[in-house]
């Protein structure tokens, strides 16, 4: 069993109390690494670390283009490691190797690339003043981000928050999961190889009520990045505020997903079911809210019961894998609760609805479809974060619209039609952050990602992204020999 330590200003080490804690490999039920777990004392000592980096090292002097290709560096060595790192999360979050490989790790390497592309992009401007004056503004990082990440893509959005925040010149804090620290730990110790100037990066590994109450709390940390589920999120909002904290949530989500009777049945069929299990339903903004339109409805739901009994679950590191376990079996029982509640509100259950029976070590779950949902239920209302989708009918686009905003949340929404027209109209009508047409869960570095309502604050990829590690100073000069003598005297 491998061990990790803290890392802390360029340094590995052990948590100041001695605590440890075991990383699970979810699809056998075992501990497979041991870890330090960060205290309050630790995250102490590692916000320390990342001021003084961030105010005294090289890091602060560095000219921004040789901090892009610095970064550009570290990408490539990223990229040297992918197998490595692939195997590495999908052993400790579950997700299949095939998605880790082929989509999260390039992901996360094209997110490092393009913000080490921006790294000398970032300007001010010069405003419109009378000649006697001179009025400009800068744009300068931050300072101490603490970045807090979710255990389903623990690289990929980890790095949706590193690679903007150091090409802009801050410094980090990051706190992993519990459940899944291993990979960010790995990849710490590449960004060290690269040459990134220790305390720029720490990687404190912990509990969220010690180690991440901590951090949010921290009086010398200039901005929180959160993702994670909108509950934490409140709570972080109401701990960040006593310090009036910087902010940014990435939180969770109740996707509609839209089925027009126009729409090509089959390619609604495979992107819908991309849309929920995809990661095993453990993405923020899959499509678990499936509307189908009455016409279409029993044709639709027979074709998509019937290829979602085909799909492979199994062993993550197994290539024939097309879904893993879930991440934990604190999840894995989170989504047994709403099942049931789902049965005993009246849906229909079509498929699945317990674990898998042949793969008994491990919190592995089937596909789960219920039909006959309606909107005012349990499993159409909160957030389950599993394979677990809801149908639910509708007669046209006022129906559909009315239900599917009918949410606390906004973060995506999908819309299936051959009709021009209707989907430009959805798309304006549709509260969510981003809105699929003819497709579900793709994402792209350049296009901001984030939602409304209580599915977030600020935007994540995209320029918007640096915009949010950068904060704007003014500046005024006084072009007037004579000065300025407003009482005369």
């Given at each position: 069993?491998?061990?990790?330590?803290?890392?802390?200003?360029?340094?590995?080490?052990?948590?100041?109390?001695?605590?440890?804690?075991?990383?699970?490999?979810?699809?056998?039920?075992?501990?497979?690494?041991?870890?330090?777990?960060?205290?309050?004392?630790?995250?102490?000592?590692?916000?320390?670390?990342?001021?003084?980096?961030?105010?005294?090292?090289?890091?602060?002097?560095?000219?921004?283009?040789?901090?892009?290709?610095?970064?550009?560096?570290?990408?490539?060595?990223?990229?040297?490691?992918?197998?490595?790192?692939?195997?590495?999360?999908?052993?400790?979050?579950?997700?299949?190797?095939?998605?880790?490989?082929?989509?999260?790790?390039?992901?996360?390497?094209?997110?490092?690339?393009?913000?080490?592309?921006?790294?000398?992009?970032?300007?001010?401007?010069?405003?419109?003043?009378?000649?006697?004056?001179?009025?400009?503004?800068?744009?300068?990082?931050?300072?101490?981000?603490?970045?807090?990440?979710?255990?389903?893509?623990?690289?990929?959005?980890?790095?949706?928050?590193?690679a903007p925040a150091l090409a802009?010149?801050?410094?980090?804090?990051?706190?992993?999961?519990?459940?899944?620290?291993?990979?960010?730990?790995?990849?710490?110790?590449?960004?060290?190889?690269?040459?990134?100037?220790?305390?720029?990066?720490?990687?404190?590994?912990?509990?969220?009520?010690?180690?991440?109450?901590?951090?949010?709390?921290?009086?010398?940390?200039?901005?929180?990045?959160?993702?994670?589920?909108?509950?934490?999120?409140?709570?972080?909002?109401?701990?960040?505020?006593?310090?009036?904290?910087?902010?940014?949530?990435?939180?969770?989500?109740?996707?509609?997903?839209?089925?027009?009777?126009?729409?090509?049945?089959?390619?609604?069929?495979?992107?819908?079911?991309?849309?929920?299990?995809?990661?095993?339903?453990?993405?923020?903004?899959?499509?678990?809210?499936?509307?189908?339109?009455?016409s279409i409805y029993d044709e639709?739901?027979?074709?998509?019961?019937?290829?979602?009994?085909?799909?492979?679950?199994?062993?993550?590191?197994?290539?024939?894998?097309?879904?893993?376990?879930?991440?934990?079996?604190?999840?894995?029982?989170?989504?047994?609760?709403?099942?049931?509640?789902?049965?005993?509100?009246?849906?229909?259950?079509?498929?699945?609805?317990?674990?898998?029976?042949?793969?008994?070590?491990?919190?592995?779950?089937?596909?789960?479809?219920?039909?006959?949902?309606?909107?005012?239920?349990?499993?159409?209302?909160?957030?389950?974060?599993?394979?677990?989708?809801?149908?639910?009918?509708?007669?046209?686009?006022?129906?559909?619209?009315?239900?599917?905003?009918?949410?606390?949340?906004?973060?995506?929404?999908?819309?299936?039609?051959?009709?021009?027209?209707?989907?430009?109209?959805?798309?304006?009508?549709?509260?969510?952050?981003?809105?699929?047409?003819?497709?579900?869960?793709?994402?792209?570095t350049v296009a901001p990602f984030?939602?409304?309502?209580?599915?977030?604050?600020?935007?994540?990829?995209?320029?918007?992204?640096?915009?949010?590690?950068?904060?704007?100073?003014?500046?005024?000069?006084?072009?007037?020999?004579?000065?300025?003598?407003?009482?005369?005297?």
């Amino acid at each position: 069993m491998k061990k990790y330590q803290l890392f802390i200003d360029g340094k590995w080490q052990e948590a100041v109390s001695g605590k440890t804690f075991y990383s699970n490999n979810p699809s056998t039920g075992e501990a497979y690494a041991e870890v330090a777990e960060a205290g309050a004392m630790d995250v102490d000592i590692a916000v320390k670390a990342a001021r003084q980096a961030f105010e005294n090292s090289e890091w602060s002097n560095m000219a921004p283009s040789d901090r892009g290709r610095l970064l550009m560096r570290v990408a490539n060595l990223l990229r040297d490691n992918q197998e490595k790192l692939a195997i590495i999360e999908s052993t400790d979050n579950g997700l299949p190797i095939n998605e880790t490989k082929y989509i999260a790790i390039p992901s996360m390497i094209d997110v490092l690339e393009f913000y080490a592309g921006l790294a000398n992009k970032i300007q001010g401007s010069t405003l419109s003043s009378p000649n006697d004056r001179l009025n400009y503004t800068l744009k300068e990082p931050i300072g101490v981000i603490g970045a807090i990440v979710p255990w389903n893509f623990p690289l990929m959005l980890t790095m949706w928050k590193l690679a903007p925040a150091l090409a802009a010149g801050n410094t980090i804090v990051i706190k992993p999961s519990e459940h899944t620290p291993i990979s960010i730990l790995e990849m710490a110790q590449l960004f060290k190889e690269a040459g990134i100037p220790d305390g720029v990066i720490n990687v404190i590994p912990g509990f969220g009520k010690e180690a991440g109450n901590a951090l949010v709390s921290h009086p010398d940390i200039d901005k929180i990045a959160f993702t994670g589920s909108t509950k934490t999120g409140q709570l972080i909002m109401q701990t960040a505020s006593q310090n009036v904290t910087d902010i940014s949530l990435e939180l969770g989500g109740k996707s509609p997903n839209i089925v027009f009777e126009d729409a090509n049945i089959e390619h609604a069929v495979n992107g819908s079911m991309f849309g929920i299990f995809f990661a095993q339903g453990q993405v923020c903004a899959s499509g678990t809210r499936l509307f189908v339109q009455d016409s279409i409805y029993d044709e639709f739901v027979k074709q998509f019961v019937e290829k979602a009994k085909k799909i492979r679950v199994g062993d993550p590191l197994d290539e024939a894998t097309q879904m893993g376990p879930q991440t934990s079996t604190d999840q894995l029982e989170k989504i047994e609760y709403y099942v049931s509640k789902g049965k005993e509100e009246g849906a229909t259950l079509l498929l699945g609805g317990e674990r898998n029976e042949n793969l008994q070590k491990g919190n592995y779950y089937t596909p789960t479809v219920f039909g006959d949902v309606t909107n005012d239920m349990t499993i159409a209302r909160e957030e389950i974060f599993g394979p677990v989708l809801s149908i639910i009918r509708f007669t046209d686009e006022e129906d559909v619209i009315q239900k599917a905003n009918d949410t606390l949340y906004g973060l995506a929404a999908g819309v299936w039609t051959s009709n021009l027209q209707r989907a430009h109209r959805m798309t304006k009508k549709l509260k969510a952050g981003t809105v699929y047409v003819n497709t579900f869960s793709m994402l792209d570095t350049v296009a901001p990602f984030g939602g409304m309502k209580q599915s977030g604050i600020g935007r994540e990829l995209g320029i918007e992204a640096l915009q949010m590690y950068t904060t704007t100073k003014h500046v005024w000069i006084d072009l007037n020999e004579d000065g300025f003598n407003w009482y005369g005297v």
